[in-house]
């Protein structure tokens, strides 16, 4: 792994405006990429070997934002968590929900109590008995306005959590409670099919009280973290790599086949796939577009490709001239970029060009499209052109704007293809930013630092209110500030609707409505990329994208 830098500073870069860039040229670099790297250096049986096969080296994209599991935002952190801790259920193999520390549920008539019976003899990674109350406390806790969880309002279908979100009343009013120390029961306001789904999420892992009562803030730290999943926090070197031992008081410790994981962080994809290349790292969080041919015909038998309920996207900051009050200069600028081109020319790993917001996949709905999802590309440009002179934009007088992005080839790559293709289409003058990932979040929530920005969104749960609450007014992860009082009824109706057909309907309607809107820029919809070592067994791919380190184990042999 890199050398260890701990307190290490975020890195920034400006390039100069887009000028002279074209999409030829660009694509003539594009091209240019690829071939192998150096074969990889694999541990041989025996000996020392032996004692490495039972470390896992996952490579696990950006630094984590937090270790938190109420305050957690990124993939990062939650790959972690969903290692260090286990909610009342858990993503199966097949991305549905099943069940994890509660053994069985049941569900009322109308669909409004859910009742969890956790199994015997839970306990915390320090030995003490984990009990139902230490459930409620999580749930209370994400909803606590002192938390400033981002992830606050996915609890709202549940009693009382949007009054205890806005500080109208206190967090045990939350519609949870344990009767009894093995019984967790969830009472809601209205129905929420996707509740299972949503209990596997870190934000509604439990809390041991002692630890967060002593170091508050500072308790998700090595040496203060105490959880209740099959591994346990040992350390953390920010800009290299977590480590996580196992929890020898996990419930299904006899399971466990690993002793050790490592979460490698990188943010770059081409330096980790030289890392796996070198025997260094075994699962890889991503594949290197450049490589994927070569991958493709070398490593057949170690690539997976799968689809993924996740859209890479740009943002516009609606709090800010240029883009506040102008959805027609948004359209515009979504008009003239050539999502097909992007996913065959830049990306080119299997990405589907986006033209919505929710990915196909999702249980029991339809996505939508944009309405010119049909128009070939020039007819695109040519509204798009007519859009970008009627906002007072002219080859005399461009929009000047900025992109910022975290440090990646991809996201640079990304940001030279669309720059290039808003120059050649309307004479945009873009400028590119790009910034280590801790920071872009921080330039994001400010409100002032950003007009476009990338980002990406990956389902907590297989329905499209997922996708769709991100840009909820007020929500606590939307990014652009996005809000329209009639989207927000839309998904309100929603929630209260208990035919499931009306339910799609309405989530379908507010998706159309938000599209019109063009807050967002989708680009591509992911799919899951991953490079596994032929020792590690028991990896499988969902639409999730979701592998606990307790359900893998490494062969003696390659």
């Not at 967060?212 to 999943?229: D, I, K």
């Not at 050790?260 to 890889?284: K, M, N």
């Not at 120059?423 to 990932?437: D, M, Q, R, S, W």
Request: aromatic letters at 8%; glycine letters at 8%.
């Amino acid at each position: 792994t890199r050398p260890p830098r701990a307190n290490r500073r975020a890195r920034r870069r400006r390039s100069e405006p887009m000028k002279a860039i074209t999409l030829a040229l660009l694509l003539v670099l594009v091209a240019a990429c690829g071939g192998g790297e150096r074969p990889g250096n694999e541990p041989v049986k025996g000996g020392e070997a032996a004692v490495e096969r039972s470390t896992l080296r996952r490579g696990n994209g950006p630094e984590p934002d937090t270790l938190d599991p109420q305050r957690a935002r990124t993939d990062a952190a939650f790959n972690i968590l969903r290692d260090l801790f286990e909610g009342l259920t858990a993503v199966g193999p097949d991305g549905s929900a099943v069940p994890a520390a509660a053994e069985t549920w049941t569900v009322s008539a109308d669909g409004l109590e859910y009742t969890f019976r956790l199994r015997e003899n839970l306990r915390w990674s320090n030995g003490d008995p984990l009990l139902a109350a230490d459930f409620v406390a999580g749930l209370r806790r994400l909803v606590e306005p002192a938390t400033a969880s981002p992830y606050a309002q996915v609890l709202e279908p549940v009693q009382n959590a949007a009054a205890i979100i806005r500080g109208e009343q206190q967090p045990e009013g939350l519609g949870v409670s344990a009767p009894d120390d093995r019984t967790v029961v969830i009472r809601l306001q209205n129905p929420a099919p996707y509740l299972l789904g949503l209990l596997a999420q870190p934000g509604t892992f439990p809390v041991h009280a002692p630890s967060l009562a002593q170091h508050g803030a500072e308790h998700a730290r090595p040496g203060r973290l105490v959880s209740n999943g099959a591994f346990a926090l040992t350390d953390w070197i920010v800009g290299s790599h977590v480590v996580a031992e196992r929890n020898p008081h996990y419930w299904n410790d006899a399971a466990t086949q690993l002793d050790e994981v490592h979460y490698l962080h990188h943010s770059d994809a081409g330096t980790e796939f030289r890392q796996y290349r070198a025997g260094e790292i075994d699962v890889t969080y991503i594949v290197p577009p450049q490589q994927f041919a070569w991958i493709q015909a070398n490593l057949p038998g170690e690539l997976h490709v799968a689809p993924q309920l996740s859209v890479y996207y740009y943002g516009f900051n609606l709090n800010r001239p240029p883009f506040k009050d102008n959805p027609d200069l948004r359209r515009a600028l979504s008009l003239a970029i050539d999502r097909e081109r992007l996913t065959t020319a830049v990306t080119g790993v299997g990405e589907a060009p986006a033209y919505g917001w929710v990915p196909r996949g999702v249980a029991d709905y339809t996505p939508q499209q944009f309405d010119y999802v049909a128009k070939p590309y020039a007819e695109r440009v040519a509204e798009a052109r007519e859009l970008y002179r009627k906002a007072g934009y002219s080859a005399e007088r461009p929009l000047r704007t900025e992109i910022r992005y975290n440090s990646g080839e991809v996201h640079n790559r990304l940001a030279v293809a669309i720059a290039a293709m808003w120059k050649e289409a309307l004479g945009v003058e873009t400028t590119l930013y790009a910034e280590e990932f801790r920071a872009l979040l921080q330039s994001i929530q400010s409100g002032t630092e950003t007009q476009v920005f990338r980002s990406s969104w990956v389902g907590d749960y297989n329905d499209a209110y997922s996708f769709a609450q991100l840009l909820q007014s007020g929500f606590g992860i939307n990014l652009t500030g996005y809000s329209n009082p009639q989207y927000d009824a839309l998904l309100a109706a929603a929630t209260r609707e208990p035919d499931a057909a009306r339910r799609r309907g309405l989530l379908e309607e507010a998706e159309r409505l938000m599209l019109a809107d063009h807050p967002v820029l989708p680009l591509y919809f992911y799919v899951n990329k991953h490079l596994v070592k032929p020792h590690v067994q028991g990896w499988t791919d969902n639409v999730m994208n979701v592998q606990y380190s307790k359900d893998l184990r490494l062969a003696d042999s390659p």
